[in-house]
């Protein structure tokens, strides 16, 4: 039994997870460089949830839109601030740039709410539904369905929609993407809002249950970065994997071991990976694509 | 002429001098960003606060430096702070790695360090120039231990603890505080502050059959683990280290969830206890607009025991030294008095929730209760 719920803590974990490296391996595809502002997204999703709680008094899935829209907003700004202007120097110009974004929203975030953890509200409800010996929170179910609506969301998008090709074609070749007349600029401006809602969204998860510091972000980051090497660099599939996968440790593993031996392995892990497949578990699908 | 030249120049230069001699300026060199930022920020407004009693006849200058984390950023913080007028003490980082670095140069540049820093090491330098507003490990965990064993009577506890520095001290102590207690605990694992998920711990600690939960985390995790221990059912004892009497801890959780959980800390404020405390306390939350918690009394205690030391006719760093060394002080937290080390704080109380709101209510003092564990 008490496998049971620790098997729906992790999925949980994994699936907030998830849609933080989503975001992160969307823009990283879009734009071939590494967006390390994606964790700080992440704590800022969390601290518009809590902000707007106040504002908009109803569960946590009425702010889900909100956050959303917001977060695709600052997304935008994220593009325009630390990207376009940078597009044509070396990549290393990005990493930079949005480590410094990152930075600002660290200090913005301590400035305007203080360095206190906060907690956002919760989706639906904060009841523990009870089965047999099994206590599942509310929450926990929610997140759950949330991620795998807006993932599902996503790949339906990418894979049916005409937003979706133009998207596609501009991860995979913007010079023949924009020869073929796919605005490529506009495109990437949309990853751009795509994957800070998809951080916002993680965020608003993520800081009901795991509450939300200014500083929280340093951690998702290096969470969303191993998922998307372990699952392969650039693999939509495998940045989703990646991240269940760090989630079984954390919460799986620690469960038998201890949490720094977890980690310890998820980490003996990932070097491993890298040895033995460096193209990460999903890799060939994304040579063969390319 | 060359006389009287050199009057003039000596009496205009006599003139700042005389002027900067009534003005003491203390510096607050303290982390508000990075992960100590909770308590640092704490630990300014407390220092602050303290800093807005001016004694008569003494200009007060003050001039808050965020340190960060790192130990370069507090010494540098430290150097600029002494080239700019004369300093009567620092409000020093309460991070431990910082306080180690600012050390050698406090005791070269002749300046007292006043801090509410836990790490144990710090006093245990010979060097004369630190003084702790806070109760060590030594003293917090001893009577952590006391109350869990003698009077809640557990002999089998749990403890979970932070693999970080403070976590791992906090540790060492309390299986010392156990072990002289005549009690080894059922279950021992550190987590890290990163760790999302604090149920597979929880789990593993309740499989070990304890008969009380013993927890020293850091603010969020204390919370995430109480929020996971009351859905998961459990109805343990749980008592907690001192980030569970932060109200902005007790605020993460339901007045329910904290149902039979009690803390150790070095105060609680917001209990109050005394007209001083409850005037303490008010004008905390009108300067900075939230609850104080005992870093704060701490360090407002620390300072108003500086600025006592000026109003009683100290002028220089090193008569402020000789003060705090020598000096009983009646603070708002406890009575301070310097060990010879420079720990000046000597008492520890536990606190406990009745499940009502998120005020802790006083269970238990310890006056230097390190002596009684022997």
């Known amino acids: 039994m008490a496998a049971l719920q620790l098997l729906v803590n992790g999925v949980a974990l994994g699936a907030a997870y998830a849609l933080v490296a989503l975001g992160f391996v969307l823009v990283l595809n879009a734009t071939a460089a590494v967006n390390f502002a994606q964790g700080d997204l992440v704590m800022a999703g969390g601290l518009l949830g809590v902000a707007a709680a106040p504002l908009i008094p109803l569960p946590g899935i009425v702010l889900l839109p909100v956050v959303l829209a917001l977060m695709a907003a600052l997304g935008l700004l994220l593009a325009v ?31 305007l ?29 929610a997140i759950i369905a949330v991620a795998a609506l807006l993932i599902g969301a996503q790949q339906w998008v990418f894979g049916r929609t005409q937003l979706g090709r133009r998207l596609r074609a501009t991860a995979q070749d913007p010079e023949m993407a924009r ?30 249950r795991y509450f939300v510091t200014p500083t929280a972000g340093g951690d998702l980051i290096l969470k969303a970065y191993i998922a998307v090497t372990v699952g392969g660099w650039g693999s939509v599939p495998g940045a989703v994997v990646g991240a269940l996968l760090i989630a079984l440790f954390e919460v799986g593993v620690s469960s038998v071991l201890s949490y720094p031996v977890a980690l310890g392995a998820l980490y003996a892990t990932l070097l491993a990976i890298l040895v033995l497949r460096p193209q990460g578990l999903f890799g060939e699908a994304v040579r063969r694509r390319g | 002429m060359r006389r009287a030249l050199s009057l003039l120049i000596g009496l205009l230069a006599g003139v700042p001098i005389a002027a900067r001699a009534d003005t003491l300026s203390f510096p607050v060199l303290v982390p508000l960003t990075g992960f100590l930022s909770l308590e640092g920020t704490s630990q300014r407004n407390g ?42 003490a620092v409000a020093a980082s309460m991070l431990g790695t910082q ?49 869990v064993v003698e009077e809640l009577g557990k002999r089998r506890p749990a403890v979970i603890y932070q693999t970080t520095a403070y976590g791992q001290s906090g540790k060492t102590h309390l299986d010392a505080a156990f072990k002289a207690l005549g009690v080894t605990p059922v279950f021992e694992e550190g987590v890290d502050p990163a760790a999302k998920d604090l149920l597979p711990v929880l789990t593993k600690a309740l499989a070990a059959g304890p008969d009380v939960l013993v927890l020293h985390l850091h603010s969020g995790p204390t919370a995430l683990l109480l929020r ?92 402020i030294r000789k ?7 009646q603070g708002l937290a406890m009575t301070y008095k310097s060990d010879g080390k420079g720990n000046m704080a000597h008492s520890a109380v536990i606190v406990c929730y009745d499940g009502t709101s998120r005020v802790p209510k006083l269970a238990k003092r310890y006056d230097d209760p390190t002596l009684a564990a022997q």
């Not at chain 2, 490990?137 to 009577?143: N, R, Y």
């Not at chain 2, 003060?323 to 002080?329: D, G, K, N, Q």
């Open chain 2, 99 to 147: 306080m180690l670095a600012m050390l050698p140069l406090a005791q070269e540049l002749k300046l007292p360090l006043v801090t509410v820093s836990g790490t144990a090491s710090i006093t245990e330098q010979g060097n004369p120039w630190v003084f702790r507003f806070f109760p060590g490990d030594a003293v917090t965990k001893s009577a952590h231990a006391r109350y």
């Open chain 2, 228 to 319: 996971q221990a009351a859905s998961s059912g459990v109805t343990l004892p749980i008592v907690a280290g001192s980030a569970m009497h932060q109200p902005s801890t007790a605020a993460l959780l339901e007045p329910s969830e904290l149902k039979g959980v009690c803390a150790e800390t070095a105060a609680s404020p917001v209990s109050g206890g005394s007209a001083e405390m409850q005037a303490f306390t008010d004008s905390y939350r009108a300067a900075f607009g939230k609850e104080p918690d005992a870093f704060a009394l701490g360090q407002y205690d620390g300072m108003t025991m500086v600025l006592e030391a000026v109003k009683a006719g100290a002028r220089s760093p090193d008569a």
């Open chain 1, 113 to 141: 709410f203080g360095p206190e953890p906060r907690a956002a509200p919760p989706l639906f409800g904060d009841d523990t539904l009870r089965l047999g010996g099994l206590a599942l929170p509310e929450q926990s179910l």
């Open chain 2, 323 to 329: 003060a705090l060394s020598a000096e009983a002080f």
């Open chain 1, 179 to 208: 020869a073929c007349g796919v605005p490529v600029t506009a495109m990437i401006l949309v990853t751009f809002a795509i994957g800070a809602a998809c951080a916002g969204a993680a965020g608003l998860l993520l800081a009901n």
């Open chain 1, 81 to 111: 601030v630390a990207y376009l202007p940078l597009r044509n120097r070396p990549p290393v110009s990005v990493f930079i740039s949005t480590i410094a974004v990152g930075i600002i929203l660290q200090n913005g975030a301590a400035i």
């Open chain 2, 47 to 88: 220092a602050v606060l303290a800093l807005k009693q001016t004694p008569a006849g003494i200009t007060v200058a003050s001039e808050v430096v965020d340190t960060g984390t790192s130990p370069e950023a507090a010494v540098t913080a430290l150097e600029r702070a002494a080239g700019s007028g004369t300093v009567g």
